[in-house]
């Protein structure tokens, strides 16, 4: 499936929903939209990833990446994200760099 | 991924559409800078050289750049490469020179060629995953992202006399069903099984080799079940800057650099530090017959040891025997864990046949070999453990001679000797045994007790419970007509070969791995366990089980409980180790008082108190540790007393008188039942009679002066 993001801001929070596969030429694309937020002040990354098929190591390097670019203080808040992604950052520790919940706002 | 543009990297040459440039000739390797991908890498004896890439997983190139002439300087050929996919890159070299192996030289410009300096290798993602075998590039290089978040983590440099390593293999560890964890096998499972390395009380675990090697290297048919015969150890590296794929849960989605460093944090996080087992004696090569998979193919002749016929040297028993001493091959290793201890956070090093690390080009052993010289006085690796498997294969035993610099410690296989032999009994073990407590000062005299890394049982051989049930080795599974593996055991079945149901026989072995899990903790130098003895586990009297994924090398969880005296012993035996800190001496004993407690550091005794009884025919030594030296008198600690008797019978122990005011208390005595063998701290029980102790037959007995 095809890879699409969308993207609200209502600074200081940012909600992104990403749908279908994010692998390493899509990843691209959720990177451009990190690097947009970057010229705002955010403080809370929402990644609504409850239709988030499959995530590449390239699409859990944007979950760093979004930390260096917008800042180590950013909080960023995954929602309902399937259990192959929750393994997936489970097993690579990057669980501990996020806060992971059923629905937002909680 | 996240580039900035710098004016100055501009392509200046294209080919089919790839943009490239002249590169930087280091760092060796494939390295990220802005807007692409710098790819150095050295030959002495090259003519030619193209880099080859590949889409991740596609059976053919999508691009070959044969390096211009201009690209070449002195012996290096480098070149940036722009706009490339770092994520989907695969990446290889071709070489061309000459093909004339008596003189040394295996060029074949049809292979492609791993990048000796590569950070992953790709093709052997999942463990036992069947390769394409068709595949024209099976160990493929790869690059890796540098963003992983530590904190604040770094290594922990505890003070190696204060260590108690634990011998593990990561796929061993967890992959029984009886371990109980997600993922098992790998890195993330070992993350779940922390909390048992804690109550342990294990402060150091040493991970068999982690470096990429192929578990379908020399596979077979396993002649006894039908199955397969692997590697699953790993000793047989095919690179040595890239973590096993295979041991992580991730490594598909190419994630086991993250995977590894997450295990290693959280680690250091409770308390734990993490030794590599790093095998640079040989690689996977393997001799004239192997397969050409990376340095053979880049310069024969510089990484490998080779006869004036251009065969290979095979010190380490494996085919083929890296050249260490060449300036270059040393660079290499220098720069592999450098790179290790910076990247990874690694704490200390455990170098496979480290002999070989002190020969020269020719084989010979060197006086003041540079690689171990250079290792020890290494800026980066100033904090690192360094230790070193002091023997080879090719008959170099340098067990309390290994060139040490004042750093290197040696894996002390005469400590493992002597206790074996004392344990069963053997005589004229008693002067020895007086040596191995010490920390061995009779070879270790200027170099202090933490050269002495002690074990009694390690990978390499049988396991302490089999130490104690087999008198042979029982190879047959692995398919060597049982000629494999040592005939030097020193163990003993105790009157049935393998398992019984004889209570008493089973009694008597579980009191041994007691005594040797006793002597082990009171030992000064560094204790070293293997990883499910302290649950008894068992390879069934297979001693080189290097070859099977099966229960002969995975962790039966059961056996705690089955064997939960001999657990309950071990968690207590280590705990006492820890609460009592003369037992962790950095420096020799000096066999007098020097804090005027009115006791020497150590004294030795036999059945008569201040009489230790070193002829041929004795079997009992004690020994008493005066509270008032411990850490050269810097902290207090109780006095300790130790008594071994490994003759077969009871015998009495005049104890030594202590000062005034002072009681004898039982920490340990293994001739009795579980739940009296061995007491808590603080909660020792006061000897009823203070003047002597009736020591069990083939028992240990530990007492608290207090």
Redesign the interface.
Known sequence: MAFKIDSVVDEPVAVLTLVGELD??S??VF?TEIEKLSTKTISVLVLNMEKLDFM???G???L??S???IGVGLNIIIVKPQELIV??L?????HH?VTIVDQYPE | MATDIRIDYYPTHEQEGIKFRRGHVLPFGATMVPNGINFSIYSSEAIDCTLVLFERGEAAPFAEIRFPEEFRTGNVYSMIVFDLDYERLEYGYRMDGPFNPEKGHRFDKSIILSDPYAKAIGGRDTWLAKPNWDDIYPYRSRLVFEDFDWENDHPLETPIEDLVIYEMHVRGFTQHPSSDVKNPGTFAAIRRKIAYLKELGINCVELMPIYEFDEWENSKENPVTGGLIVNFWGYSTVNFFSPKAGYAATGKFGMQVDELKTLIKELHKNGIEVMLDVVFNHTAEGDHRGHTISFRGIDNKTYYMLTPEGYYFNFSGTGNTLNCNNPVVRNMVLDCLRYWAADYHIDGFRFDLAAILGRDQNGAPLSNPPLLESLAHDPILAKCKLVAEAWDAGGLYQVGSFPAYGRWAEWNGKYRDGIRKFLKGDDGLVGKMAQLVQGSPDLYYYRGPTASINFIACHDGFTLYDLFAYNEKHNIANGENNNDGGNDNDSWNHGVEGETEDAGINQLRHRQIKNALSILMVSQGVPMILSGDEMGVTKFGNNNTYCHDNELNWTDWGLLKKNDDIYYFARHILRFRRAHPVLRSATHFQHRDYVGSGFPDISFHGTQAWKPDYSDSSKCLAFMLDGAHAKNGSVKDDMIYVAMNTYWDALYYELPALSSGRNWYLAVNTSMPSGEDIFEIGKEPILAEQGRFLVGGRSTVILVGK
Not at chain 1, 90 to 94: A, D, I, P, Q, V
């Open positions: 390493s030429l990843a691209r990177q590449s190591s390239a859990l390097r944007v760093i990446f930390k260096q670019k393994d997936t489970e097993k690579t520790g990057l760099s």
